[in-house]
C-alpha cells in the first residue's frame, strides 16, 4: 500500500473517531497548495540536465507549513503529497505551531557533483523563494539532503528577501543553526521509548534492541539507547547487516561506519543477511530507513515486543492489523520522530529571537515535549478506547480542525 493511501485511511479513521462533519473532513485533506518546477542547470561536463522539482503546502492552520526537502531518484506527487500530510499531523501532535510540508527533487545525489548539487539547489530556490518563507513555509533537511542544501536555500533565499535565517532549519551552526539539532530525531525516538517502557515499568536498561537503518536517526538512536545501558543486537544499513547477541559495541560501530562508510566488515558482530534484521528475536524494533518495510509478508514472523517507528511510514496497515493481533505495541511515527521537527520548532524560535540557546537548555525542551506529548496521546486513547497510532492521529487532526473551525475556514 503506497504511503498516501495509508495516510489517508488513518485520517478518515481519526476523522471518524472524532465524529468531524464530512465538509471539514474533507478540506482537512485536501492540501493547500502543490508545486510543481522544472530546474534546468548546467552539469560541470557544460551539457544541460533537467530536473522535476515539487512542494506540498498541506496546512497553515496552527502555523507556517514546515517540513523536509529530500532529493531522491523516487520523489514523486503522492510520495510528497502523504508526507506533507504526515507533516500536519505530527506537528500538531507535537503541540508546536507549525502545519505541514514537504518537497524534493526527483534526482540521485550520489551522481551529482557538490557544485551540481549547489546550482540544482539555487535553481530551485529561485523558482519557490515567494512560496516559502520565515512566516509561511519554512523547509529543513530530508533523505539525500543536509545542513549545506539549507545553507544554500538561505543564501539565495536571502538575495531575494534580505538576511533570512529563520526560513530554513537544520542549518549549520556558524549561520544559525540549534546545538543538538544533528542528534535531535534520534534523542526524541530515546524520549519516546522511554516513555512508552515507563508505561510497562520498565527502561531502556538491558531491554535489546534492533535498529534497522543506520543513518543520521538509527545511529543516534542506537548511541544514545547503549549510553542508557540499551543493547544494541542487530543493526543494519545500505551495505549490510550485522548481529552480536551479547551487544554491539556502538562507539567502535560508528568509528567503524565513518572509516568504511557502512556497517559491512564490522569485526563485532557476525554478518547477517539484510531482508532477515526486522525478525531478529529482540524485545525493541526501531526501523529507521524506508517506509513500507514492515508489511503483511513479514509482519506475522516478528518477534520484538515492541516497535518504535523511527522512519516515516514503515509498518504498512494490513501489517498493523496483523502485529495488533499478536499483542505487539507499535509507537508510531507521527509521535515517535517528532524530535527533529521538535528541535527544528527551536532552531525557528531561536532565529527570530536572535538569541541561541546552549545544547543543554535544547535537551531538556526536547524531553519536556516529548515526554508531554506521549502522555497527550494516551489521554486520546483512553478517549476513544484505541491504539497508539489512532490516539496519536486523533490528537493531531483534532487540534488542526479546532484551529480550522476557530479562524472560520470549514467550508
Request: with cysteine; aromatic share 8%.
Amino acid at each position: 500500500m503506497n504511503a498516501l493511501v495509508a495516510t489517508n485511511r488513518n485520517f478518515r479513521l481519526a476523522a471518524r473517531l472524532l465524529g468531524l462533519d464530512s465538509k471539514l473532513e474533507k478540506s482537512l485533506l485536501i492540501p493547500f497548495r502543490e508545486i510543481k518546477v522544472e530546474c534546468t542547470i548546467p552539469k560541470d561536463d557544460g551539457t544541460l540536465a533537467s530536473y522535476v522539482g515539487f512542494r506540498v503546502q498541506h496546512d497553515n492552520a496552527r502555523g507556517p507549513m514546515k517540513g523536509g526537502i529530500r532529493y531522491h531518484p523516487e520523489v514523486d506527487p503522492d510520495e510528497v503529497n502523504a508526507l506533507a500530510q504526515l507533516m500536519t499531523w505530527k506537528t500538531a501532535v507535537a503541540n508546536i505551531p507549525y502545519g505541514g510540508a514537504k518537497g524534493g527533487i526527483g534526482c540521485n545525489p550520489g551522481d551529482l557533483s557538490i557544485s551540481e548539487l549547489e546550482r540544482l539547489t539555487r535553481v530551485f530556490t529561485q523558482k519557490i523563494h515567494d512560496l516559502i518563507g520565515v512566516h509561511t513555509d519554512v523547509p529543513a533537511p530530508d533523505m539525500g539532503t543536509n545542513a549545506q542544501t539549507m545553507a544554500w536555500i538561505l543564501d539565495e533565499y536571502s538575495k531575494f528577501h534580505g538576511y533570512s535565517p529563520a526560513v530554513v532549519t537544520g542549518k549549520p551552526i556558524d549561520l544559525g543553526g540549534s546545538l543538538g539539532r544533528d542528534a535531535a530525531t534520534g534523542r526524541g525516538v530515546l524520549f519516546a521509548t522511554e516513555a512508552l517502557l515507563n508505561q510497562y515499568g520498565k527502561s531502556i536498561a538491558g531491554q535489546r534492541f534492533v535498529v534497522q537503518g543506520f543513518g543520521n536517526v538509527g545511529s543516534w538512536a542506537a548511541q544514545l539507547i547503549s549510553e542508557q545501558g540499551g543493547k544494541v543486537i542487530a543493526v543494519s544499513d545500505i551495505t549490510g547487516a550485522i548481529k552480536n547477541s551479547k551487544g554491539i559495541d556502538v562507539p567502535n560501530l560508528l568509528k567503524h561506519v565513518r572509516e568504511n562508510r557502512g556497517v559491512k566488515g564490522f569485526c563485532g558482530a557476525d554478518s547477517i543477511d539484510s531482508n532477515s534484521i526486522l525478525l531478529e528475536d529482540c524485545d525493541i524494533l526501531i526501523p529507521a530507513a524506508l517506509g513500507g518495510v514492515i508489511n503483511r509478508d513479514n509482519a506475522k514472523d516478528i518477534k520484538a515486543k515492541f516497535i518504535i517507528e523511527a522512519a516515516n511510514h514503515p509498518t504498512d496497515p494490513e501489517a498493523d492489523e496483523i502485529l495488533t493481533k499478536k499483542g505487539v505495541v507499535i509507537l508510531p511515527d507521527i509521535y515517535a520522530n517528532s524530535g527533529g521537527v521538535t528541535v527544528s520548532y527551536f532552531e525557528w524560535v531561536q532565529n527570530i529571537q536572535g538569541f541561541m540557546w546552549d545544547e543543554e537548555k535544547v535537551n531538556a525542551e526536547l524531553k519536556t515535549y516529548m515526554t508531554r506529548g506521549f502522555k497527550d496521546v494516551k489521554e486520546m486513547c483512553n478517549t476513544h478506547n484505541c491504539d497508539l497510532r489512532m490516539g496519536a492521529f486523533t490528537l493531531g487532526v483534532n487540534r488542526v480542525a479546532r484551529a480550522t473551525v476557530l479562524r472560520g475556514w470549514e467550508a
